[in-house]
């Protein structure tokens, strides 16, 4: 067996969530109380804790989870003398509990919901009650001659895609080529973020975005080669927000460099242009005495180029990449700048400076 503890202060959720149909197996236990639905289980715990005000964790949850080959030998009583006998030995004689089976796995396990507040209006001490909890299943599994957790060897459904030689072989490939975009466009901004995306779809990777019921984006998927793989098995900058504050610009000159240059607010009267700019203001199509027409017109055909490629994949790729995002509007910025100097302008006067 393993057990796990942790305090929380969700004990409505907690239990309509162990009491949920298609989820709920056997009623186990109920310790110091009188209801036996969830609901009218909460507002009898309630009226325990509500005593003590300055706790905010006031319940705690508890998994108990059983090994495949014990499950058989193992009956709804037996379970039930487990959890009584595990709350004991954690000192929950005194609190409300209850404790259930779940069914909705297919590897049994106990879940238990205790009043933190015991009925005398103490607070359970919580220092390191999970390492606690985790002795105290291992104690119970060689009282009752059970698989101890250590000994457990379950093969998950990562670790079976380890397994799969080709699978590692193409995600070998797929973290090389995008450690090496990740490295030349770290740190450039929008522009560079949406390089990045290009060059990827270019590479045969699609980026998938994971949503939840919300329709709140969560998470990336990348696929490549027919295999698909979460952002976290591709490396840890990888994730739907390291990815994007991975692009942001590290210091004050990134509005010079030559991919991302914002322009500049017009003179006085004039408004400010909030476009991106591929090429710094001394190469742009606008003329200067040192320029000459025959090498401004190839950059910006290089320049349009780029752009228009790199927009493409931002419309396949929707609200994955926008200005905001990595939390820099620099239109605003320039405009709030351009006031502040404005009034100090005025102050100055003002003081005959």
């Not at 186990?28 to 715990?45: G, Q, V």
């Not at 595990?86 to 909705?104: E, I």
């Not at 010079?256 to 700019?277: C, F, L, M, R, W």
């Amino acid at each position: 067996m393993i057990g796990k503890c942790k305090a929380i202060a969700h004990g409505s959720t907690a239990l309509g969530y162990i009491f949920r149909e298609g989820k709920l197996g056997n009623r186990l236990a109920f310790h110091n109380l009188c209801s036996r639905e969830s609901k009218a289980i909460y507002e009898e715990m309630k009226l325990v804790s509500d005593y003590n005000t300055r706790c905010r964790n006031k319940f705690l949850r508890i998994e108990i989870g059983i090994a495949p080959q014990d499950e058989k030998k193992l009956s709804v009583s037996e379970l039930a003398q487990i959890a009584h006998l595990f709350a004991k030995k954690m000192g929950l004689d005194n609190h409300q509990w209850v404790a259930v089976t779940h069914k909705d796995t297919d590897n049994r396990h106990i879940h238990i919901i205790a009043n933190r507040i015991s009925l005398y209006g103490e607070v359970y001490d919580t220092t390191f009650v999970s390492n606690k909890a985790a002795r105290i299943t291992e104690e119970i599994s060689r009282e009752k001659c059970l698989t101890i957790a250590k000994k457990v060897k379950i093969k998950t459904k990562h670790q079976k895609a380890k397994a799969n030689a080709t699978r590692e072989e193409t995600k070998r490939e797929l973290q090389r080529i995008c450690y090496a975009l990740l490295d030349k466009y770290k740190g450039t901004g929008i522009t560079g973020h949406s390089m990045f995306l290009y060059e990827l779809n270019k590479n045969g990777i699609i980026i998938e975005r994971m949503k939840n019921k919300q329709d709140k984006v969560y998470g990336l998927r990348f696929s490549y080669a027919g295999q698909s793989f979460k952002a976290s098995e591709i490396g840890r900058e990888f994730g739907y927000r390291s990815l994007q504050k991975s692009f942001e610009a590290t210091n004050k000159e990134e509005t010079n460099k030559p991919h991302q240059v914002i322009q500049k607010a017009t003179e006085k009267g004039g408004q400010s242009d909030t476009g991106y700019q591929l090429v710094p203001p001394s190469r742009s199509s606008i003329s200067r005495d040192n320029d000459t027409p025959q090498v401004q017109t190839p950059i910006g055909a290089v320049a349009d180029t780029i752009v228009s490629a790199a927009d493409e994949v931002v419309e396949e790729l929707g609200d994955l990449i926008t200005p905001t995002t990595h939390g820099y509007d620099y239109a605003e910025t320039a405009w709030q700048r351009k006031l502040r100097n404005q009034a100090n302008r005025k102050k100055k006067r003002e003081r005959g400076i």
